[in-house]
């Protein structure tokens, strides 16, 4: 809900940016149409034909389909924004209760800075003077970009001539995800009023003050000399360290709550932490461990779970994390903003040179870094154990691996291949899991839907019938050339269409999720057909999940796989080059992040020989 200073900012943007529409409730017919063609590739007949008797039998006249979507068509008369908002927030994220770790938080590694950047400095532990100099760098330049976010300076975004939607942009900075008994909620409020950030080092938590009380920023130099200062207190000898509470934002979702009540409960001091941690702009996390990790393999997972989760509150939207090397990255906490959003922040503040205002105040004119100190007993002590457990063991089972390759790019799939960069990438994907698998599997990639009012993402279902023909005939050598560019060009146009259609809110599964979030009982669900087909869960069961942060110039990331048995796979399309991140399990029999890596390697290669080809 907007309130206050939220709706008197929303009030101007709206005639500062453009008022897009309102997302539209698709038609019940059309939506199940395409779920039915999404579900074809997966199916045998025999599975095709009593799926299509489910769908029918849930969208004929007196079936429930209809009546869910007279349900749905009244929510969103009574929504003020978008139907789906609420229900995408509390479904796909508020609700989750297992570890927001790995399994909600995203990673992004940023490009070194050519001058901060000296790997030689990082041999041993402890907090760099680069490391200080690169974190004040890029603290000053994210004040920037808020700035610009609250004087509505961000230039109105757009796809081709539609315009976006700019409402995300509100829940970068003074956001938080706080643990809840059943569902969990966001703490925000915009502009932000904060004046602070945190600071965390050694697992010691610091309030920094980074604006003056008339508002006035702290200049570059001054953000140095107060990261100075944290970093001589936290390895201040002698001094007895403040329990590591960050650990149980690492935990499962009920851990981290019965951590968070338990801790309000002993004081009125860890109440307050708590809220300067809630209204902070954003965390800054200076490692002082793990100095000898260098390579962008190592650090990548550093910033992914820093190895046992310390030094961390994954609950705040935007944590910046910057190791002993000056290399730095951002790990965020998915709730409150899809990624590409803070991807413009993070390509704005690598690309930004740091020039303070001529007001710009030192690190006199603010109180000096506060550590937040905990009143802890015995439960919380036995909480944050058990929460650096699960977080150990779902860290030791999270495999991350890079691929960065220059051999070509998106000029070379736009001139040679004559594809759309995205959709080659997509049927790259496709033919590493049919090397690896033979058999087909539902795929997932996210599309934004921001061309509709507070709009998040839909779900590209990339596996068609004409992408699986394609991987087929790819490896058949009895099929010749010219027979498999035909299939490559159909493959490219049933995915690229299936993008846009979703881009302008004609997908599956945020409408089936709407509709079968109003079931009432347990006897509706049983006439609930569609759902109850084995053909719904498997047909989102996405064993190659996907999403795409072109170009990757400035920044490359990462996420979990969806499911146990799958992978996660981030891509970057740039003009000369690709880079790709791939998790998997490693207590997963079936899967190797690895192999799938090698398998991607001979698929692009492959598909560059193809193209070649064309006459």
Not at 261 to 287: E, H, M, P, Y
Not at 317 to 328: D, K, Y
Not at 416 to 434: E, T
């Amino acid at each position: 809900m907007l309130v206050g200073a939220r709706m008197s900012w929303y009030r101007r943007a709206v005639r500062r940016y453009h008022n897009v529409p309102r997302l539209p409730v698709p038609a019940l017919q059309d939506t199940a149409a395409r779920y039915l063609e999404s579900c074809r590739p997966l199916l045998s007949s025999d599975e095709f034909e009593r799926t299509r008797a489910a769908v029918a039998a849930f969208t004929r006249d007196d079936g429930l389909g209809p009546v869910l979507q007279k349900r749905l068509e009244h929510l969103d008369k009574s929504e003020k924004d978008s139907w789906l908002e609420k229900i995408w927030l509390q479904k796909a994220y508020l609700e989750w209760r297992e570890p927001s770790l790995i399994n909600v938080n995203w990673w992004c590694q940023l490009a070194d800075s050519k001058t901060l950047f000296r790997p030689t400095d990082s041999s041993s532990n402890g907090i760099t003077r680069v490391q200080i100099d690169r974190a004040a760098t890029l603290i000053a330049n994210m004040l920037d970009f808020k700035a610009r976010v609250d004087g509505e300076q961000i230039p109105q975004e757009f796809i081709k001539k539609d315009p976006l939607c700019m409402h995300q942009y509100t829940n970068i900075f003074g956001v938080t995800r706080v643990p809840g008994a059943t569902s969990d909620t966001i703490a925000a409020s915009h502009p932000a009023s904060a004046k602070h950030i945190i600071v965390l080092a050694a697992d010691q938590i610091y309030k920094v003050d980074v604006f003056a009380a008339d508002g006035r920023r702290v200049s570059k130099d001054g953000l140095a000399a107060l990261l100075s200062k944290v970093a001589d207190d936290s390895n201040r000898a002698g001094t007895k360290p403040e329990p590591p509470v960050g650990l149980l934002t690492a935990g499962h979702r009920d851990t981290n709550f019965e951590g968070y009540t338990r801790l309000q409960q002993l004081s009125q001091k860890n109440s307050d932490n708590f809220g300067v941690i809630q209204t902070a702009l954003f965390a800054v996390c200076l490692d002082s461990k793990n100095g000898d990790k260098i390579t962008p393999e190592q650090t990548h997972e550093q910033i992914f779970h820093n190895f046992d989760a310390s030094n961390r509150w994954f609950d705040k939207a935007i944590q910046l994390v910057v190791l002993p090397s000056g290399r730095a990255g951002v790990n965020g906490e998915h709730t409150p903003t899809d990624a590409v959003i803070p991807g413009n922040m993070m390509d704005f503040i690598v690309k930004s040179e740091t020039s303070d205002s001529p007001d710009a105040v030192s690190e006199n004119a603010v109180e000096g870094p506060q550590k937040l100190q905990w009143t802890v007993d015995a439960k919380v002590n036995e909480l944050i154990n058990q929460a650096s457990g699960t977080a150990g063991s779902l860290i030791a089972d999270t495999a991350s691996y890079l691929l960065q390759t220059d051999v070509y790019g998106s000029q070379f799939v736009k001139d040679v291949a004559k594809a759309s960069p995205d959709a080659f990438v997509q049927i790259a994907l496709q033919l590493a899991w049919r090397r690896l698998y033979k058999e087909p599997t539902a795929i997932y990639e996210s599309a934004s839907i921001r061309l509709f009012r507070h709009g998040r993402t839909e779900t590209i279902r990339s596996l068609t019938v004409d992408t699986w023909a394609f991987a087929n005939a790819f490896y058949d050598n009895s099929v010749l050339a010219a027979e498999k560019i035909k299939l490559f060009d159909a493959a490219i146009k049933s995915q690229s269409s299936l993008a846009r259609e979703a881009a302008y809110g004609r997908g599956v599964d945020r409408h089936l999720l709407a509709l079968r979030t109003l079931i009432k009982s347990p006897e509706e669900q049983a006439k609930a057909t569609l759902f109850t087909d084995p053909a719904y869960i498997k047909s989102m069961y996405f064993k190659l999940s996907t999403s795409n942060m072109s170009p990757g110039d400035t920044f490359y990331g990462g996420f979990g796989p969806v499911v146990p048995e799958g992978y996660g796979v981030n891509y970057a399309i740039g003009k000369a080059g690709l880079k790709f991140s791939i998790s998997h399990k490693r207590s997963c029999p079936t899967t190797d992040g690895k192999a799938f890596r090698a398998a991607l390697e001979e698929s692009l290669a492959g598909l560059r020989d193809l193209v070649v080809q064309r006459k």
